[in-house]
């Protein structure tokens, strides 16, 4: 199976800061990399797919970069609504593997 | 828009089998795959695996042995199985759609299922 390590965890941050939370694969996924939020106890919310493609709906402030095994998800100033959990997760092959979480809270 | 809803028991004793089952509404289930995916205690997601309208079925193998995925078009609905459950399989149980490249796109509220005697 492909592993997927995030980093860091737990990440603690401001309002108005710009974070990035890195997602690495243990093998070449090439860009079939996703990012989900999920808040207090609801489900998961797709947030980008094929490491870059943000979702209708998904504030721009928002973004996905990278290839191959090293992955970033950027938020490019914090806004309250965005302390939460974040998970990657490979769609190179099954079985699909979510990365542990990141917890981003407030400093 | 298209929406998820699992139903099914809360509770299982040790060894027996979950059973649970998703009602699609405000779409079709054509074209698309059906998946569950469970979140464990310490928050850690697992997918289970899903089903197509086909039948065609893709199984985790780490539970393969345990899982089965069934159908009913006619109900608008998907059901998984997982046999010999233990306390390790104690999780929040989602439901969701894949849009066929294993991106999950829509999900279920999620149901909580405790393995306990």
């Known amino acids: 199976d492909i592993q997927m390590t995030q980093s860091p965890s737990p990440l603690s941050a401001s309002v108005g800061d710009r974070v990035t939370i890195t997602c690495r694969a243990s093998q070449n996924i090439k860009r079939f990399l996703s990012w989900y939020q999920q808040k207090g106890g609801k489900a998961p919310k797709l947030l980008i797919s094929v490491a870059s493609g943000l979702q209708n709906g998904v504030p721009s402030r928002f973004s996905g970069s990278g290839s191959g095994t090293d992955f970033n998800l950027t938020i490019s100033s914090l806004q309250p609504e965005d302390f939460a959990t974040y998970y990657c997760q490979q769609t190179y092959s099954t079985p699909y593997i979510f990365g542990q979480g990141t917890k981003l809270d407030i400093k | 828009q298209v929406q998820l809803q699992e139903s099914g028991p809360g509770l299982v004793k040790p060894s027996e089998t979950l059973s649970l089952t998703c009602a699609v509404s405000?779409?079709?289930?054509?074209?698309?795959?059906w998946s569950w995916i469970r979140q464990s205690p310490d928050q850690r997601l697992e997918w289970i695996g899903y089903i197509y309208t086909s039948g065609r079925t893709n199984y985790n193998p780490s539970l393969k042995s345990r899982v089965t995925m069934s159908f009913d078009l006619s109900k608008n609905q998907f059901s998984l199985s997982l046999t010999s459950v233990t306390a390790a399989d104690t999780a929040v149980y989602f439901c969701?759609?894949?849009?066929?490249?294993?991106?999950?796109?829509?999900w279920g509220q999620g149901t909580l299922v405790t393995v306990s005697s």
């Open positions: 405000g779409g079709s289930m054509r074209t698309y795959y």
């Open positions: 969701a759609r894949d849009d066929t490249t294993g991106v999950i796109d829509h």
